[in-house]
């Protein structure tokens, strides 16, 4: 008898126990991007003995896929697990961190590369009983808060093959998004001066210090000169020296977001003239390093609608009185004029948690204004992003509240219900050859040519 898509969908029910271990496990240790040993080693060991074949990048040692199955398509459901500076937190309605100062995970990715990888798992389950052709793999991506992963891994090759991708991530609402995802780089601006005493011999100086304050006064006055859209942050780094030495040695770093890369790239072409002229004034050398940039999302409004329809096939998370009650606890730590803002914006009619599915309007009208490396996937074969309530309307990602949501069964049952839509999305891909092609149409039409915007 086939396999229906119903029948996927309880694959992943079964699985429920270790989805909810696994969401721990990566929740219980935390590692910021660039560090995810543990969380990389755990996905490589789940995902080889379910049979999958094990990729790796010998120049990304957090970076790998996991593959099962031979022909096409080939779906890439992308998974992260990096965690965030500073936000370890016990599963509390209060603010307790569980070892100050250390990262822990407000974005929710132990939520997000568990569902992903359980629902790999469910579509190579279902690859394997029809013997249908078709390949899966799950892509085990590092580095996604620095805007940074798939960017190397594209640079490196390691999507070559594939035909399209399936990404989630948890949020507030069960919500698909066609477009958004701001366009970004990072780049890093290091002044060298020359150093002398200051009271004594200050004629003899040339600081970098002033060189950094001059750029960064001028960067604030391009702001009211670039798209109303734009967003320029920086930070700076003085080198430590004494209030009474001319400081040889500062620099900036700054994140430039705009809508598209094409603004962000040209922003970035006026700021090094600000840098260089801030290196005149002082006398200094400038060393204008571009780290990597990001991409915004490219719309696809045929995979999009895809996506809808199996987030309302699959069924939303359903909350029981214990977890409505956390929920309420964490709210109450938010101001009420924020959470009120939020249950009007996703339509909750004043629930604690989304339960509705929004329709089209809402996701068109407000797109995703964060940036992600996976806006890069986007330009290199069909993406289509879909979300599920994880925290309650109101808390917002990157807060501690957020990760004491993603520790606990509120975002657990989250993960299972973006493990269901992307496995029934995955379904669909193998078995509806009108839905690929009006899928890749429009996204032929769209692309344009792209290169990442990294250099090893």
Sequence with gaps: ?????????????????????????????????????????YFRKLLGEEGFKIVNEEKLEHAFYAEYGSGKPVIAILGEYDA?????????????????????????????????????????????????????????????????????????????????????????????????????????????????????????????LDAVELMNVGVNYLREHVTSKARIHYTTDSGGFAPNIVPPLAGSWYFVRAPYIADVKEILERIKKVAEGAALMTETEVEIKIDYGCCEMLENHSYGDLAYQNLKE???????????????????????????????????????????????????????????????????????????SCWPAGVAPHTWQATAAAGCSLGEKGALSAARVIAGIAYDLYNRPEEREAILKEFREKKDDYTPMYEA
């Excluded at 396999?3 to 240790?29: F, G, Q, Y």
Aim: contains cysteine.
């Design 84 to 208: 965030l500076p500073g936000l370890s937190q016990k599963v509390s309605g209060r603010k307790e961190p569980v070892e100050a100062g250390a990262p822990g995970h407000g974005c929710g990715h132990n939520l997000l590369g568990t569902a992903s990888a359980v629902g790999a798992i469910s579509v190579k389950r279902y690859l394997e009983a029809e013997g249908a052709s078709g390949t899966v793999r799950f892509y085990g991506c590092p580095e996604e808060e620095l805007l940074s992963g798939k960017v190397k891994m594209i640079y490196y090759h390691m999507f070559d093959g594939c035909d399209f991708a399936v990404s989630w991530h948890p949020m507030s609402a069960n919500m698909v998004y066609d477009s958004g995802y701001l366009a970004s780089a990072s780049a890093h601006f290091k002044f060298k001066g020359r150093s002398s005493h200051a009271a004594f011999a200050p004629e003899l100086g040339r600081s970098a």
């Design 314 to 388: 699959a069924g939303l998370p359903v909350f029981d009185d214990e977890e409505l009650s956390f929920a309420e606890s964490l709210l109450d730590t938010v101001p009420k004029a924020d959470v009120e803002k939020a249950q009007k914006l996703y339509d909750t009619e004043g629930r604690p948690m989304t339960w509705k599915l929004n329709d089209r309007n809402l996701y068109q009208v407000n797109p995703l204004t964060a940036s992600s490396d996976s806006g890069d996937i986007s330009h290199i074969m069909p993406m289509c992003v879909i979300s599920t």
């Design 1 to 41: 008898m086939k396999m229906e898509k119903k029948d996927l969908h309880n694959e992943v029910k079964k699985m429920e126990s270790l989805l909810r271990s696994a969401c721990r496990t990566i929740w219980e240790h935390p590692e910021t991007g660039g560090n995810e040993k543990v969380s990389a080693d």
